[in-house]
């Protein structure tokens, strides 16, 4: 059974820098990524990681976020810099067995959460 389990959350000022992980378990999994959430919207998909390597994120984060895996490939990261208000969300690790194939679409295996608020 696949479990991911997402830490790092937390509260930061406008401009400052958050990591996130995620710890994968159960399977191996090929396309990972993480998603978020903020009150009242839909959940969007915000950076995603491919087994070659292959990186995807959104026009909103692109530039000041960085997705990454640990060489044992089963921790997942987010590096989130130059943080504004409006990043501020529940957000979420994701994972599929099969590959990103350049869609958002068919995560199937997904983290509890970790919140993330920025002030002004």
């Known amino acids: 059974q696949g479990q991911l389990v997402e830490s790092g959350g937390g509260s930061v000022q406008s401009g400052g820098s958050m990591r996130l992980s995620c710890a994968a378990s159960?399977?191996?999994?090929?396309?990972m990524g993480w998603f978020r959430q903020a009150p009242g919207k839909e959940r969007e998909g915000v950076a995603r990681l491919d087994p070659d390597g292959s990186r995807s994120y959104s026009d909103s984060v692109y530039g000041r976020f960085t997705i990454s895996k640990d060489s044992d490939k089963k921790t997942l990261h987010l590096q989130m810099n130059n943080l504004k208000p409006e990043d501020t969300a529940m957000y979420y690790c994701a994972a599929k067995r099969g590959y990103c194939g350049g869609t958002w679409g068919g995560f199937n295996y997904w983290g509890q959460g970790t919140q993330v608020t920025v002030s002004s």
């Open positions: 159960g399977y191996t999994y090929n396309c």
